[in-house]
């Protein structure tokens, strides 16, 4: 018998889990940090490395007085993060400044730089990552941060991701160059691959920009799977946490990878880890790149597998931008939704409140609505988010699909559909397939699995699921939902088309609406 803990950085808060080998989850504890915001610039987002660390020690002695566990008998420690959140430290591993936070979009014209560059040169590392360079990705980030920051420029001696940073921070690494970085971190947003020597060469991210000279080798290291340690527990980072110091750490990875395992991800599965967004995430046994899917990268989630990671830039946050937008929150507002048959709104929500993260990946488009009428109201406006959500996913598993990522069987992780059962029917009848969803929490047991099988409690992360993972609730799709959405998706599509690709094939819409209000008159049985 082994207890470990996971930690699950989110964008708000850090929950902490610790967990028993023989018994499961014995108690999760939780606290939040500030996300800084400026309502003059939409696009920032930063988050404190030294508030995380705090809200880390308050979560780790809580979870302990909570479960009476002595700190003395935690054997391991893991963590995931949320991707994308990029920091620049000095020589000692100092931050210079606040973290970049995955919903930070201020490096869109770097990332087009990147992108453009990319192709004109025939990068190889382009189209790993779908052919298009995220905003939200770490080169990006770092230029924009090296840009708009001359006079802490002297000081830069690295940038690491969420997931590498916490993980030196606690083994008390205070040289970037010890500090072990993740696979699925640099894969999956750096443009790294073993395939080409790690990172893009210096003489293509010169030519991105020369404030990038020099970079590539500062962020040189060790990079590895989640199979190796980033360290062990340092003394003063046990003492804070109540914890002993030496015990192992393992390479952190990216919290959606991580809740994928944790919802007993497998070949054959696609998970939606469905939160303020959504990651989508797959394992292939070979690699198979995918165009506008955002990372195919070797052990990003399993390390004997190719990871693929795919998403929307907002679900959560577009159902809470609905509630608040009508004075009210979404538990109050999603009252009565389970009576609501597919289409009846007649309105056709696309998700682009953020932007556009899979297929398109453009964070310049904006969420649109199509169909209101006199009597509208915000309730219709979130069911038919629900729906639109669900509309962009099969967009993004069909294009897995079309590039042999099986997808056998869809998992709704994430926090969203363990309390929301509407969206969950919604997404099984808009993909037509079940959708199951773990029968209890998943947050931290991804975590939990890594850190058991670096305690040696377990040999292979398969064991440690078969053990650690909940059970499923199945939901089937329903036949007469399904008619309805097989004729709504092809206006979804079209729609999402029109506006969003600027290579597709010019399509009429004239009938859109018409067809909306006709779809929902038979959904409301007029007809």
Not at 3 to 24: C, H, N, P, Q, Y
Not at 310 to 320: K, M, Q, R, T
Request: hydrophobic share 40%; glycine share 10%.
């Amino acid at each position: 018998m082994a207890i470990v803990a996971g930690a699950d950085f989110g964008t708000l808060s850090v929950r902490v889990t610790l967990l028993d080998s023989e018994r499961g989850r014995l108690g999760t504890a939780s606290a939040s940090y500030p996300l800084n915001r400026k309502r003059d610039d939409p696009d920032f987002a930063t988050q404190s490395h030294t508030a995380q660390m705090d809200a880390l020690v308050q979560a780790t002695r809580e979870v302990l007085a909570q479960t009476g566990v002595n700190g003395a008998d935690v054997q391991s420690f893991a963590l995931d993060t949320t991707g994308s959140s990029v920091v620049p430290v000095d020589a000692a591993m100092q931050p210079l400044d606040d973290y970049y936070l995955w919903c930070d979009h201020r490096a869109l014209n770097e990332a087009q730089e990147i992108t453009a560059l990319a192709h004109e040169r025939g990068l190889e590392a382009i189209e790993w990552c779908g052919g298009v360079y995220s905003h939200e990705w770490g080169w990006a980030k770092l230029l924009h941060w090296l840009r708009h920051n001359p006079e802490k420029r002297a000081q830069f001696a690295s940038a690491f991701e969420h997931c590498d940073m916490v993980a030196a921070t606690l083994s008390g690494i205070t040289s970037p160059r010890d500090a072990k970085r993740s696979v699925c971190a640099l894969g999956h947003k750096w443009l790294w691959n073993p395939r080409w020597d790690g990172f893009p060469s210096e003489e293509f991210l010169v030519a991105v920009d020369p404030l990038l000279e020099g970079v590539r080798e500062k962020l040189q290291g060790e990079v590895l799977t989640s199979d190796h340690l980033a360290g062990h527990l340092a003394a003063t980072w046990a003492e804070k946490l109540g914890l002993k110091a030496g015990i192992p750490i393992p390479v952190g990875a990216f919290d959606a990878h991580w809740d994928a395992i944790g919802a007993g991800c497998r070949e054959g599965d696609v998970v939606n880890v469905v939160g303020t967004s959504t990651c989508i995430i797959a394992m292939q046994p070979k690699t198979t790149l995918i165009p506008g899917v955002c990372g195919v990268v070797p052990g990003s989630v399993h390390p004997q597998y190719t990871g693929v990671e795919a998403g929307l830039s907002a679900v959560g946050d577009i159902f809470d931008a609905i509630a608040k937008r009508a004075g009210t929150d979404v538990k109050t507002l999603s009252q009565g939704l389970d009576t609501f048959r597919a289409g009846q709104t007649g309105l056709l929500r696309l998700s682009w409140d953020n932007g556009d993260r899979t297929v398109l990946v453009r964070s310049d488009l904006g969420g649109i609505t199509l169909g209101w009428h006199l009597v509208s109201t915000a309730q219709d406006e979130l069911f038919a988010a629900i729906e639109g959500t669900a509309f962009h996913t099969r967009i993004i598993l069909e294009r897995m699909g079309e590039f042999g990522v099986p997808v056998e069987r869809v998992i709704n992780g994430g926090g969203i559909p363990q309390h929301n059962p509407t969206l969950n029917q919604i997404y099984a009848n808009v993909f037509n397939k079940p959708v199951l969803v773990p029968a209890s929490s998943t947050t931290s047991v991804g975590a939990g699995i890594f850190a058991q099988v670096a305690a040696g409690s377990f040999a292979t992360i398969e064991e440690a699921q078969e053990r650690m993972c909940p059970q499923y609730k199945v939901y089937e799709p329903d036949p007469d939902a399904v008619v309805i959405y097989q004729q709504l998706y092809p206006l979804y599509r079209r729609v999402y088309e029109s506006f969003g690709d600027r290579n597709a094939a010019p399509q009429s819409l004239t009938e859109v609406l018409h067809d909306l209000r006709e779809i929902a008159a038979r959904s409301r049985g007029a007809h």
